[in-house]
């Protein structure tokens, strides 16, 4: 379960929306979190509301002016009836005076109470995709994500089969790291996985023999990337002599691996001396890409082949 705390929204977002501390509040344990969110009947942010509230109440001209024609008890009685409503926090926008009603309110509720000079839909529009993707279900899986020229690639399969030397290879062609190891998969659209790294393990790749590389030192900035989203699975599988004989040779039917209700591209390469994986899998996103645009060169191969033998 995702959470995250007004203290920390405001430390993320501080900069690009120009925000200040009218009132701290309980800052740092006033909180969102995944389950509340989805369980409850509010809204995610918007402007004022005493009727349908949001967790996070924006309070621009617009509620400015209409404060402005109601007295102080009435404003009082319009913000009591947030007080069971566990609103996060407010935050004052298009530099707007805050109301002594409203400071009153927030001071006897710990409610932390925050100021921009921004437009209130801005601050809506930044909020909002801001906590959707803070916010989206997410999952950890074992693997090497990467951005394969342009495509979020993440290579898995067993421990010891090669998928930190295969990456390191891959960046140094100039692929760019996301995550190694541990990938946390983002659910931020309905069809659409963001692979992120957690914060312990960001730029790092553990390669046998080597130990722990820092690729943004060593490669430079170029060399990582911060997130990701996921289009396509690589599946490295160890040649043996009990499963050389069942691997296709030609796949006939696209593969796909269901995460968090989204299926994604699935391909197996087999692992065997003397291939070079590096050029497969850059080849397996080429080939990827041009599915994508309608282009199957098997679908193709397979209709020149029944031509032939129609013809012969």
Known sequence: MSHITVNQIYSENQESLNLSWILRGNADSNSLNTENVNRSSH?????????????????????????????????????????RDNT???IISDDEVCPS?????????????????????????????????????????????LDVLGVGTMITGKSGVGKSELALELISRG??????????????APKTLEGRSPALLKDYLEVRGLGMLNIRTIFGETAVRRRK????????????????????????????????GVDVRKVQLPVAAGRNLAVLIEAAVR????????????????????SAIGNS
């Open 43 to 83: 809204g995610l942010i918007g402007h004022l509301n005493v009727l349908h509230p949001n967790w996070i109440q924006i309070f621009s001209r617009t509620e400015a002016a209409h404060f402005a024609t109601m007295t102080s008890s009435a404003q009082t009685e319009a913000l009591n009836k947030l007080r």
């Open 88 to 90: 996060s926090c407010l």
């Open 101 to 145: 009603s409203i400071l009153n309110f927030a001071r006897t509720e710990g409610i932390p109470v925050l100021a921009t000079t921004l437009p209130s839909l801005q601050i809506i529009w930044v909020i909002r995709t801001y906590l959707g993707r803070v916010l989206a279900e997410h999952v950890t899986q074992h693997g090497v994500l």
């Open 175 to 188: 692929s760019g790291l996301v995550a190694d190891d541990v990938v946390e998969l983002f659910h931020i």
């Open 229 to 260: 989203n996921l289009k396509l699975i690589v599946e490295l599988v160890k040649v043996t002599s009990s499963n050389h004989s069942t691997s296709d040779r030609l796949p006939l039917t696209a593969t796909t691996e269901t995460i968090l």
């Open 287 to 306: 080939n990827f890409v041009l599915q994508l645009r309608g282009i199957d060169s098997t679908a193709e191969f397979m209709a020149r082949q029944n």
